[in-house]
């Protein structure tokens, strides 16, 4: 029996194909994340630069010259078409459209800030008015009585009087060599204790509560760290309070007693300045049983009726 021929098998290989598998999706992949990088590129340059600068940049690429015609060109025709009837805007023609660029802006100043209207009434103006002549007057006193006192010629120096928006600041610093305590301690010397009677025969005179502070200059005080300059100027503090009543000053008038530290030196570019030792007195604005002095009384009533009879003529 003749042997079988076994079949032969032909295999083709289509590679015409190929092609979809090769390196062309690369590059349009490429062109892809390149265009994507100056996309994301063009809006961090238009997130960084200012309006003024965009502005800048629109009117660089603004044409200089534009045309004076509303069709077409400014050629020999102007943007009409020949006719048997003669030259005529061509039905086709478009108009142009002109481009008018906003000018640059330009920051607006600031506004100024106007002052509130005082809305108080002719009373508290009355009241604040007297407020500001006590001040003066206490002022030019203790002024006054350190001139005119031998004793306190030298620490006319040691007195600081001003006017603040809290009230009325007596300050009594120390000096190079003249200190109100002594070091370390919240003991007064005798010059601090008179100092402090002739303050407080002043304020005795006005209705205003009291705010006491004690200051230090920045010179760390002691090596242990159990007693500060936190601890010192609020004992230095609480020692003013307590010749103050001593004085006669009613305990009701003190406002507050407060150690401050170097936290306020009064030369603030010199902290280690023998002045930062200093204590504060101050008659706090708008305290107190404030009352109109007699002789203003009549003006205010005048005032208040004025007031009166304009309200009632109003319809």
């Known amino acids: 029996m003749a042997e079988e021929l076994q079949p032969i098998i032909i295999k083709k ?14 590059v349009a992949y490429a062109d892809f994340v390149t265009a994507m990088m100056a996309f994301f590129l063009l809006l961090w340059l238009l997130n960084s630069v200012t309006q003024e600068q965009l502005e800048g940049v629109s009117n660089y690429f603004a044409p200089t010259t534009a045309s004076k015609s509303v069709s077409g060109s400014d050629g020999a025709l102007g943007g009409t078409a020949l006719s048997e009837e003669g030259a005529l805007t061509a039905k086709s023609s478009k108009a142009v459209a002109k481009l008018d660029l906003p000018p640059p802006k330009v920051k607006a100043k600031a506004k100024e800030t106007k002052a509130e209207p005082d809305e108080s009434t002719p009373t508290e ?30 620490l006319a120096d040691s007195l600081i009087i001003d006017n603040t928006p809290e009230g009325l600041r007596i300050q009594i610093v120390d000096q190079d ?18 100092i402090l009677e002739l303050i407080g025969k002043v304020i005795a005179t006005q209705p205003q509560d009291l705010a ?35 004085l006669k000053i009613p305990e009701k008038r003190i406002g507050r007693v407060v150690g401050k530290a170097a936290k306020e030196p009064l030369l603030r570019d010199d902290p280690n300045n023998a002045k930062n030792r200093r204590l504060s007195i101050i008659l706090l604005r708008g305290t107190g049983e404030q009352k109109l002095e007699p002789e203003k009384l009549p003006g205010l009533r005048a005032i208040q009726k004025k007031q009166l009879e304009i309200q009632q003529s109003k319809p």
Do not use: C
């Open 212 to 246: 006491i502070e004690g200051h230090t200059d920045a010179k760390k005080f002691g090596g242990s760290g159990k007693y500060t300059n936190w601890d010192l100027s609020a004992d230095r503090a609480n020692s003013a309070r307590r010749q103050l009543l001593d």
């Open 177 to 194: 060599g003249l200190a109100m305590f002594l070091s370390g301690s919240a003991k007064m010397f005798l010059h601090t204790r008179k």
């Open 13 to 26: 290989v289509n590679k015409g194909h190929a092609g979809h598998h090769g390196g062309a999706w690369k």
């Open 125 to 154: 103006k009355a009241l604040k008015k007297q407020e500001e002549k006590q001040f003066e007057k206490a002022k030019e006193q203790l002024e006054k009585a350190m001139k005119e006192n031998p004793a306190f010629k030298r």
